[in-house]
Structure formats: structure tokens, C-alpha cells
């Protein structure tokens, strides 16, 4: 197979970002990293913004004003991100529960990395990263059932890519091919000529 073409996938683009959508563990800051490299675009990982804007750590944030606190910060972070263009975005797990994220994240394209349940268990079982939805008694039921609330949601993204036990290296230019195919489709509009700089 030859070298995927990241210079025809860039052109095609036009300056649109690209917001990856999926459970945590899913791998959506790593590979948003690898492809913002690939692109020549900025990357944000919207736990990190929201860390920044609050001055401190999602726990404490889920701590001092529970989730609908948080989701309300991650909305406005949304919000701001969205004004740019040039940006690969990780977004968190839940970020799709609010409608009006949505408005925010067509602004872009919307990239679902879809993992089984089981690999999810296994890569969040090694990361040490805190998980305050997942600090329950049963952590792999609540895990399994936030799935099965969320992927009728993640299913409305512009693609899907599955992700079994590939590395995101190897993952990378099976999500370069498939965001063309849906270009080819649906070329996009122009992006805002704003600055790439959130």
C-alpha cells in the first residue's frame, strides 16, 4: 500500500478542524496528536483547556461542583475552540451529551474512534489517570453503561473509525483515508480565516 497523500488530505480540508469524539480510554489525545502532526495543525485536549481555565484538576473540579459543573465548563471551552480553525481536538468522553455541543462541534469535522468495551477495561485498568465518573463501586458496569448511553451520539459523527488493538501509528493512516472519503462526499466550506492560535 502506498504512503498516504496527509498533503491532499490538508488541501482538502481547507482549514476545517477535526474533533475526535469517543469514550475515554478510546485513544483521542494520542492520535489527535499524531494527526494534528500530520496536518500542520494546532491540537487541544479539552480535559487539558478545561484544567487551565479552572486553575485546577478535573477531580477537584468534579469534587467542588459535580459533573454538571464541569460539563458547564467544558461547554464554554467548546465554544471558544470552535471559533478557530486549523485545530485537531480531543474532546472528552461526555462531551456529547449537550446538544448544544453539537452546534459547536459542526462547526468541524466530527471523528468517532469506536473501541470495544473489553479494550477500554484493559487501557483505562493500566492508566493511572483519574476517572471521577468511573469511582464506583462497579467501575466496568458504570464504564459499560456510559457506552451504551453515549454510542447512539458518537454514532453522528461525519466518521467512524474502529479501534481494535491497532496502535494509534498504525490506526493513523486508516483515519487519514476514511476523513477523505467523507471529503470526496461532502466537500467542506472554507474555514473561518481566523487565527490558528486559541
Same mark, same amino acid.
Given at each position: ?51 487551565? $481555565? ?22 464554554? @471551552? ?9 485545530? @485537531? $481536538? ?5 462531551? #456529547? $451529551? ?11 469535522? #466530527? #471523528?468517532? /474512534?469506536? #473501541?470495544?468495551?473489553?479494550? /477500554? ?14 469511582? !464506583? ?8 453503561? /456510559? ?18 488493538? *491497532? ?7 486508516? /483515519?487519514?483515508? *476514511?476523513?477523505?472519503? !467523507? ?16
Amino acid at each position: 500500500m502506498t504512503a498516504f497523500d496527509w498533503t491532499d488530505l490538508r488541501d482538502r480540508l481547507r482549514g476545517t478542524s477535526v474533533y475526535l469524539v469517543g469514550m475515554m480510554g478510546a485513544g483521542k489525545s494520542t492520535l489527535g496528536r499524531l494527526l494534528a502532526k500530520e496536518l500542520g495543525y494546532g491540537f487541544v485536549d479539552t480535559d487539558a483547556a478545561i484544567e487551565k $481555565v479552572a486553575g485546577k484538576s478535573i477531580p477537584d473540579i468534579f469534587a467542588e461542583s459535580q459533573e454538571a459543573g464541569f460539563r458547564a465548563l467544558e461547554s464554554q @471551552v467548546l465554544a471558544e475552540l470552535s471559533q478557530f480553525p486549523r485545530l @485537531v $481536538v480531543a474532546t472528552g468522553g461526555g462531551i #456529547v $451529551v449537550r446538544k448544544r455541543n453539537w452546534g459547536e462541534l459542526r462547526n468541524g469535522l #466530527v #471523528v468517532w /474512534l469506536d #473501541v470495544p468495551a473489553e479494550v /477500554l477495561h484493559q487501557r483505562l485498568a493500566a492508566d493511572d489517570t483519574p476517572r471521577p465518573l468511573l469511582e !464506583t463501586p462497579d467501575p466496568v458496569a458504570t464504564l459499560n453503561a /456510559l457506552l451504551e448511553q453515549r454510542r447512539s451520539l458518537y454514532a453522528q459523527a461525519d466518521v467512524c473509525i474502529r479501534s481494535d488493538r *491497532q496502535s494509534p501509528v498504525e490506526l493513523l493512516p486508516q /483515519l487519514g483515508y *476514511q476523513i477523505l472519503q !467523507t471529503l470526496q462526499l461532502n466537500p467542506p466550506e472554507s474555514a473561518k480565516s481566523r487565527s490558528t492560535d486559541p
